[in-house]
């Protein structure tokens, strides 16, 4: 067995124990197979074994790949978006898992309307309030989801979040569980272009504790790929 087969079945199989231990179904939890670096014959091996997600940090990058993986795959936006990036962006990705300020959100609705096209996005909470991080603040997240739900050609889907860097991952237990309690609190809103169905946290070294928090969308990309060079 190839070394990325046997990542993505060891892959898996942690998800199953952790979707299992916070007594959910496997089947809910979604992966995006994080391609920064990764070359599009790589990739195309993960999508041969079943991987369907694809998230990239850099539209520029992403433009580079789209069109040479073959198969039903959908590209995410993971990383920092630049407004001057929207358009291309707007048209390359099924979903912006980075929307972090109203000004980008005009944008993005611009574009998708010029474009006919609804764009699904995830707000980005900068949970762990780092200056090296993107996102909002937690406590502001459901006065910007009502500010977001105006534009008619975006769709809130969720909620995104890089967890900080811990030694230990039980620390981040109560980042996943805050983010968790933000989600449900946006949902119960049930506000106009707001359709809150995913919770996307946790990446190679936290995403079993994400899970065991609330997560159903985590990002894999060392944990699929092997550490990049």
Not at 33 to 49: D, G, H
Not at 94 to 117: G, H, N, T, Y
Not at 144 to 173: D, Y
Request: proline share 2%; aromatic share 4%.
């Amino acid at each position: 067995m190839e070394t990325l087969e046997k990542n993505i079945e060891v892959l898996k199989s942690k998800i199953c124990e952790a979707a299992i231990k916070s007594g959910r179904s496997p089947d809910e939890i979604h992966i995006v197979a994080v391609t920064k670096t990764v070359l599009p014959e790589i990739i195309q091996k993960a999508v041969n074994c079943g991987v369907t997600l694809l998230g990239e940090n850099r539209v520029q990058e992403a433009a580079k790949k789209v069109n040479l993986i073959k198969g039903d795959v959908k590209w995410h936006l993971i990383g920092h978006l630049q407004k001057n990036k929207v358009k291309p962006a707007v048209k390359l990705f099924s979903m912006i898992q980075s929307l972090d300020s109203v000004e980008l959100a005009e944008e993005i609705d611009k574009r998708a309307c010029e474009m006919q096209k609804i764009m699904e996005v995830l707000i980005q909470i900068n949970i762990g309030r780092e200056e090296s991080k993107f996102g909002i603040d937690v406590e502001d997240a459901v006065e910007f989801a009502n500010r977001i739900a105006r534009f008619s050609h975006i769709k809130i889907r969720g909620l995104m979040a890089i967890a900080p860097f811990k030694e230990n991952t039980e620390e981040l237990r109560p980042y996943f569980r805050k983010m968790n309690d933000v989600f449900m609190k946006i949902k119960m809103l049930s506000l106009k272009n707001v359709d809150m169905s995913i919770l996307s946290m946790g990446m190679t070294n936290d995403f079993q504790i994400a899970i065991e928090e609330g997560a159903n969308m985590i990002r894999i990309g060392t944990g699929i790929f092997g550490k990049r060079k």
